[in-house]
Structures are given as structure tokens and as C-alpha cells.
């Protein structure tokens, strides 16, 4: 089935160069010989930001076009707080693979005019205010760096942050690359006689050392999550290289308590830490972790916020329905957990808040994790079952909040074709939406209530134009779902109904309905407190 499709392959005749176009706004991405010098997209304004050689000392500048005049930076993030307010790093000297610092400038009439809010910034450690914390909606917390190279945390106004009104909430110098403000809490690490110590904030009350096992000896930590109360933490101990702990807080964020050991680490292209933890989405207290025990590395979970972990039931049948004979502990369903670094693919696992208890992830069967023979998998039950949806691998989206799937496969393949799924993977509807096939390079699965666009960009060859392709998919839909088109779902952990101390019931769409979830669908249909038990209680 071939569904509607607007193809766009963008040229540029009059500059005589490819076109390119941007995958967050239409705005064209040009290449230029004419121009000596590649053109990028501003974040900001829908207008071409030029990336061109500049004077010798300067090896990249570029040129934000911003209202009706250019500002020589380099943006390296950029992120927004209103719909007038924005903030933006740059960098207007030599630029080098992993730059120190860099200047914060801010608008208050998005883009037009910017104001200089510090000259030396670490990258990605800034971070606006805090809803119900701090006072003034543009008050900005950042992490500095002096001129003899060490940091510092300070807080100002992005509009008035000259020295005087400057504050230093932290005393002290920091560890670069340490200051992070999440919820209600705030963290920073110290050095002292070479070792690493760990600070947090709560609720913006004076800065308290964290208090880890005495058998701790941390040289690394990272804020894993800061939900329902509590901090989630993975914490590098003196004698680990490639693993991680996994620790859980008390509500002040000071007193931690170990919930997993040694659960598995990489390095991601930029050379950060991934660390095999993933916190399911939709469903409180549940989460999925590779761990790593004699070599081997096996796939656990936990509906408690890591009190109890299990292993992963493996599915009972493959995908032509033959049995699969798969007995716990010795064989189990392990998955593959790491994130994409590319936003508009996939990963290996993905869920939604809006879709609870759907889980679509890569993984093998067997006594450990590998990345030989692996397929798709998806639970509709929040792992307590799985079934096998592909036998390769793929990339899949969520539509219609979470009612629908759709799947294609992984960008080193070209593909014609894309699969939908509308009963939580049972059955996949193959559509195609190209004449040629195509190497994916990402998917946009556009927001709106009402607004069912996704946008492929890719391209035919390695040598040709990107193309960019829009799909307005409401068409696959019968109708408007109604009552009788939904069921209800309990949500449990094999068989017990009590999940973090709540009995909830979700409503979904029946497997045989191709219907459009409407704009006002609620997945909880109810939720209800549990009468604690003796197990619920800490002795």
C-alpha cells in the first residue's frame, strides 16, 4: 500500500550546490562552492547560519542571522525558556573538539537582540530557574570557569548578571563539568587530596555532603533520575572500570543506599559514560539494567526502584510459533539498553508516558546478553511478557500517542517500506512510501493534538541529495475511537497488583480497532492506594 506522501528533493540551482534541510525546521542546510564554506540552520530563526572561514586567529565562525543583522558565533546550545526568552552558548574564538568554556548570551524578544550573561560558561552546565523554587523566571544557574581554569557555581538574572549581582551559593571552587540542577535538588563535586566528594542542594537550603556506604570509595557519579522524591545515582567505585553501582537516596537527596552492583558501562562517540540503566516511561519505580557478573551480562528489573530485581521472561514462541524452550535463571530475555545519540532515531529501547506498560526493545534469548542473532521484542505489560515483532533490527516510533507503531528498518539497509502496527505489534501493515529505496537517516514524528505528520529525511545514495519526505498518516486510521473501542489493563508485577503502592488500571485501545485515540484520552483510568503489607515496611 503506497500512503500519501510529499516528496521534497531540495536543490539549490542558483548557488549551484546540494540542499540539504533541516530535520526541526523548514529551513534549508546548504553546502555551497560558491560560498567556500558549508551553511548550517539556525536553532533560532528560520534563516541560513553560514559557517565560513574568518580572520587567522579564528578558525570557524558563524553567522547567526538574527533579525536584520549577523553576530560571528559559533552556537553550541541553545535552550528556551519562554516563548520570548532564550538563552545560547557560542563560541567566538578558535574552536577545538572539546572546548572549556564558552560566552552565554541571552534574548528577551527571541533572537533580535542578545545580551552577554558571562564570558566563560561550561558547556551544557547552565540551567534556567526552577518552578516553585526560585523566585524570578529568568533567574539562571551556571557553572563558571576563572581564569586559572577552575569552576565555580553562580546564580544571576539573565538580563543583569554583572559582577555585582552575581551570587555564589557554593563557597568554594568545583570540579568542572560537575554542577547539575534537576527538580528539587542540586549537585556539585568537589576535589580534595585526590579524592572525589559529592554535595547536594535540596530545595535550594545550604549545600550538605553526600553520604554514600563507608565501604564506598567513589571516583565518578552520575544523577541516573530525580523522581517521586528521591535520587537515583550510579556510582564508580575505586576498583570498577567498566560497571557501575546503582544507588537510591532518601527524600533530602544525602543518604544513599546501594540498590544494584556492577551494572554495565560504555563510552558514547563523544567519549561520556552510558551506563546500562533505563527508567521506563509511564510506569513509577520501574526500571531495566544490565548487569554484569562474571563476565557475563544479564538483563534485570525491578518495579520497586531497585528493591527487588528479576531476570526477564522470555517469550514462549518465535516468530513462525514454534516453541521456545527457555527456563529461568539459566535462559532469560536480555536487551540491549543504550540510548541513540542521533534524536530522530530510535535506540535499541524505547517507551512512552503516554503508551504505559509498551516497551519495544532489541535484545537476544538466551544465558547472557549478545549482539549475535538478536531481534525486536515488545512487552504490552510492562515486561512481564514479551513476544518477538521482527527477527532484525529496527527503528520504531510511537504514533498517536502511543497508539500506533511504526517501524523501519536500521539506516544501513535503504528501504522502501515502512511498517505499522495498531495492537501493540501483533500485526504489522507494510506501506510504502518511496519509489526508491532510501537510507533513513532519521524520522520526526511532528506534536500537535491533531496533527498527524512524520517527516523521513534521508538520502538514495552516499552521493546523492538528501531527501526529505512528509506523511501525513491520519489516512491509516478508520475512524475516531469511541467507548466500545477500548479495553481496560491492570498493571502488575507478575501477578501482584500492588506497584509502588498503587492498584492502577489503564484503558487501551482493543487489538482489532484501527480507530485515532481522540485529543482528550487518558490512558489511567484509575488509581488507588494499597494497605501496606509487613514487606512494605523498613526494619
Given at each position: 500500500?503506497?500512503?500519501?506522501?510529499?516528496?521534497?528533493?531540495?536543490?539549490?540551482?542558483?548557488?549551484?550546490c546540494?540542499?540539504?534541510?533541516?530535520?526541526?525546521?523548514?529551513?534549508?542546510?546548504?553546502?555551497?562552492?560558491v560560498?567556500?564554506?558549508?551553511?548550517?540552520c539556525?536553532?533560532?530563526l528560520?534563516?541560513?547560519?553560514?559557517?565560513?572561514?574568518?580572520?587567522?586567529h579564528?578558525?570557524?565562525?558563524?553567522?547567526?542571522?538574527?533579525?536584520?543583522?549577523?553576530?560571528?558565533?559559533?552556537?553550541?546550545?541553545?535552550?528556551?525558556?519562554?516563548?520570548?526568552?532564550v538563552?545560547?552558548?557560542?563560541?567566538?574564538?578558535?574552536?577545538?573538539?572539546?572546548?572549556?568554556?564558552?560566552?552565554?548570551?541571552?534574548s528577551?524578544?527571541?533572537?533580535r537582540?542578545?545580551?552577554?550573561?558571562?564570558?566563560?560558561?561550561?558547556?551544557?552546565?547552565?540551567?534556567?530557574?526552577?518552578?516553585?523554587?526560585?523566585?524570578?523566571?529568568?533567574?539562571?544557574?551556571?557553572?563558571?570557569?576563572?581564569?586559572?581554569?577552575?569552576?565555580q557555581?553562580?546564580?544571576?538574572?539573565a538580563?543583569?548578571?554583572?559582577?555585582?549581582?552575581?551570587?555564589y551559593?557554593?563557597?568554594?571552587?568545583?570540579?568542572?563539568?560537575?554542577?547539575?540542577?534537576?527538580?528539587?535538588?542540586m549537585?556539585?563535586?568537589?576535589?580534595?587530596?585526590?579524592?572525589?566528594?559529592?554535595?547536594?542542594?535540596?530545595?535550594?537550603?545550604?549545600?550538605?555532603r553526600?553520604?554514600?556506604?563507608?565501604?564506598?570509595?567513589?571516583?565518578?557519579?552520575?544523577?541516573?533520575?530525580?523522581?517521586?522524591?528521591?535520587?537515583?545515582?550510579?556510582?564508580?567505585?575505586?576498583?570498577?572500570?567498566?560497571?557501575?553501582?546503582i544507588?537510591?537516596?532518601?527524600?533530602q537527596?544525602?543518604?544513599?543506599?546501594?540498590?544494584?552492583?556492577?551494572?554495565r558501562?560504555?563510552?558514547?562517540?563523544?567519549?561520556?559514560?552510558?551506563?546500562?540503566?533505563?527508567?521506563?516511561?509511564?510506569?513509577?519505580?520501574?526500571?531495566?539494567?544490565?548487569?554484569?557478573?562474571?563476565?557475563?551480562?544479564?538483563?534485570?528489573?525491578?518495579?520497586?526502584?531497585?528493591?527487588?530485581w528479576r531476570?526477564?521472561?522470555?517469550?514462549?514462541?518465535?516468530?513462525?510459533?514454534?516453541?521456545?524452550?527457555?527456563?529461568?535463571?539459566?535462559?532469560?530475555?536480555?536487551?540491549?539498553?543504550?540510548?541513540?545519540?542521533?534524536?530522530?532515531?530510535?535506540?535499541?529501547?524505547?517507551?512512552?508516558?503516554s503508551?504505559?506498560?509498551?516497551?519495544?526493545?532489541?535484545?537476544?534469548?538466551?544465558?547472557?546478553?549478545?549482539?549475535?542473532?538478536?531481534?525486536?521484542?515488545?512487552?504490552?505489560?510492562?515486561?512481564?511478557?514479551?513476544?518477538?515483532i521482527?527477527?532484525?533490527?529496527?527503528?520504531v516510533?510511537?504514533?498517536?500517542?502511543?497508539?500506533?507503531?511504526?517501524a523501519?528498518?536500521?539506516?544501513?539497509?535503504?528501504?522502501?517500506?515502512?511498517?505499522?502496527?495498531?495492537?501493540?505489534?501483533?500485526?504489522?501493515?507494510?506501506?510504502?512510501?518511496?519509489?526508491?529505496?532510501l537510507?533513513?537517516?532519521?524520522?520526526?514524528?511532528?506534536p500537535?493534538?491533531?496533527?498527524?505528520?512524520?517527516?523521513?529525511?534521508?538520502?538514495?545514495?552516499?552521493?546523492?541529495?538528501?531527501?526529505?519526505?512528509?506523511?501525513?498518516?491520519?489516512?491509516?486510521?478508520?475512524?475516531?475511537?469511541?467507548?466500545?473501542?477500548?479495553?481496560?489493563?491492570?498493571?502488575?508485577?507478575?501477578?501482584?497488583?500492588c506497584?509502588?503502592?498503587?492498584?492502577?488500571?489503564?484503558?487501551?485501545?482493543?487489538?482489532?480497532?484501527?480507530c485515532?485515540?481522540?485529543?482528550?484520552?487518558?490512558?489511567?483510568?484509575?488509581?488507588?492506594?494499597?494497605?501496606?503489607?509487613a514487606?512494605?515496611?523498613?526494619?
Amino acid at each position: 500500500m503506497m500512503i500519501g506522501v510529499s516528496v521534497q528533493a531540495l536543490s539549490c540551482p542558483v548557488l549551484s550546490c546540494p540542499v540539504l534541510c533541516s530535520p526541526v525546521l523548514s529551513c534549508p542546510v546548504l553546502s555551497c562552492p560558491v560560498l567556500s564554506c558549508p551553511v548550517l540552520c539556525s536553532p533560532v530563526l528560520s534563516c541560513p547560519v553560514l559557517s565560513c572561514p574568518a580572520k587567522p586567529h579564528v578558525s570557524v565562525v558563524l553567522y547567526v542571522c538574527v533579525g536584520v543583522g549577523l553576530f560571528p558565533w559559533l552556537p553550541m546550545e541553545l535552550l528556551v525558556v519562554s516563548s520570548t526568552t532564550v538563552t545560547m552558548t557560542s563560541a567566538s574564538v578558535a574552536v577545538e573538539q572539546r572546548v572549556r568554556s564558552v560566552p552565554l548570551y541571552s534574548s528577551v524578544d527571541f533572537g533580535r537582540k542578545w545580551q552577554l550573561v558571562h564570558e566563560a560558561v561550561t558547556p551544557n552546565r547552565f540551567y534556567w530557574s526552577v518552578t516553585g523554587l526560585d523566585v524570578e523566571s529568568d533567574f539562571i544557574h551556571l557553572e563558571v570557569n576563572a581564569a586559572d581554569g577552575r569552576a565555580q557555581y553562580v546564580t544571576c538574572r539573565a538580563q543583569s548578571c554583572s559582577e555585582a549581582n552575581r551570587h555564589y551559593p557554593f563557597s568554594g571552587y568545583i570540579e568542572t563539568n560537575s554542577l547539575v540542577v534537576q527538580d528539587d535538588y542540586m549537585f556539585i563535586q568537589v576535589t580534595s587530596a585526590g579524592r572525589a566528594w559529592y554535595y547536594v542542594s535540596y530545595k535550594r537550603e545550604p549545600f550538605a555532603r553526600i553520604k554514600l556506604p563507608k565501604y564506598s570509595l567513589p571516583k565518578d557519579m552520575h544523577i541516573i533520575s530525580t523522581d517521586e522524591g528521591q535520587v537515583f545515582a550510579a556510582v564508580q567505585e575505586w576498583n570498577q572500570n567498566d560497571t557501575y553501582n546503582i544507588y537510591i537516596s532518601d527524600p533530602q537527596g544525602i543518604h544513599f543506599t546501594l540498590a544494584l552492583e556492577n551494572v554495565r558501562a560504555s563510552r558514547g562517540l563523544g567519549g561520556n559514560s552510558m551506563i546500562d540503566l533505563y527508567e521506563v516511561a509511564g510506569i513509577k519505580g520501574m526500571l531495566i539494567a544490565n548487569r554484569k557478573l562474571e563476565n557475563q551480562v544479564k538483563t534485570y528489573v525491578t518495579y520497586n526502584k531497585g528493591r527487588d530485581w528479576r531476570l526477564l521472561q522470555a517469550p514462549t514462541t518465535d516468530l513462525e510459533g514454534n516453541s521456545i524452550h527457555c527456563v529461568l535463571p539459566f535462559c532469560s530475555l536480555h536487551l540491549q539498553l543504550q540510548m541513540s545519540e542521533n534524536p530522530y532515531l530510535s535506540g535499541s529501547i524505547i517507551t512512552k508516558s503516554s503508551a504505559p506498560g509498551v516497551i519495544v526493545a532489541t535484545g537476544n534469548i538466551g544465558s547472557e546478553l549478545s549482539y549475535n542473532n538478536v531481534g525486536m521484542f515488545i512487552s504490552s505489560d510492562a515486561g512481564n511478557s514479551w513476544r518477538q515483532i521482527f527477527e532484525e533490527e529496527h527503528n520504531v516510533w510511537f504514533l498517536d500517542k502511543g497508539g500506533a507503531l511504526l517501524a523501519v528498518k536500521q539506516p544501513t539497509v535503504p528501504t522502501r517500506h515502512l511498517w505499522v502496527s495498531f495492537d501493540e505489534g501483533r500485526q504489522w501493515d507494510r506501506h510504502s512510501f518511496s519509489m526508491v529505496p532510501l537510507f533513513v537517516d532519521g524520522v520526526l514524528v511532528e506534536p500537535g493534538i491533531d496533527n498527524q505528520i512524520m517527516t523521513f529525511f534521508g538520502h538514495f545514495s552516499h552521493r546523492s541529495e538528501w531527501q526529505l519526505i512528509k506523511i501525513d498518516y491520519k489516512s491509516l486510521f478508520s475512524k475516531r475511537c469511541t467507548d466500545g473501542d477500548y479495553q481496560t489493563w491492570h498493571l502488575h508485577n507478575q501477578g501482584e497488583p500492588c506497584v509502588m503502592g498503587q492498584k492502577q488500571i489503564y484503558m487501551k485501545r482493543r487489538p482489532a480497532s484501527s480507530c485515532m485515540l481522540g485529543p482528550g484520552y487518558s490512558r489511567v483510568l484509575s488509581s488507588e492506594p494499597c494497605i501496606c503489607r509487613a514487606h512494605d515496611f523498613e526494619w
